[in-house]
């Protein structure tokens, strides 16, 4: 069992930056990716960004040169920086783990590809 928890979400205007945190403990493992996933109301499920143990990363379009994802080298904590923050981004973020290399989901696919969640945190950006 993978336990997660998440910080640092919170309200910002347009432009601000926030950064989540995730630590994970538990049981470890050779080959995982851990992701930051959101969704909001009427939206669908959607991976934000990913790194896998070897340290490759993904980012969705939407947030490719305004979030960085990166871990601790412990492979226990990893970290979301959000800087110029839109409205679109508000959502609930959820760092989850999926065990192997397939990392990319979209939809309810989501919640079938990600073994282990975290309780989720809450970004609201205002205009």
């Not at 336990?3 to 640092?8: A, D, K, P, Y």
């Not at 995982?32 to 499920?45: A, D, H, I, N, V």
């Not at 340290?55 to 601790?72: D, Q």
Request: a neutral charge; proline letters at 2%; hydrophobic letters at 30%.
């Amino acid at each position: 069992q993978v336990h997660l928890v998440e910080s640092g979400g919170g309200m910002v205007q347009t432009g601000g930056s926030l950064r989540l945190s995730c630590t994970a403990s538990g049981r470890t493992f050779s080959t995982y990716t851990m992701g930051w996933l959101s969704q909001s109301p009427g939206k669908e499920w959607y991976l934000v960004a990913a790194i896998t143990n070897s340290g490759n990363t993904y980012y969705a379009g939407s947030v490719k040169g305004r979030f960085t994802i990166s871990e601790n080298g412990a492979n226990n904590t990893v970290w979301l920086q959000m800087n110029n923050l839109k409205p679109e981004d508000t959502a609930v973020y959820y760092c989850a783990v999926t065990i192997g290399t397939n990392y990319y989901c979209l939809g309810n696919g989501c919640l079938a590809l990600y073994d282990y969640w975290g309780q989720g945190t809450q970004v609201t950006v205002s205009s």
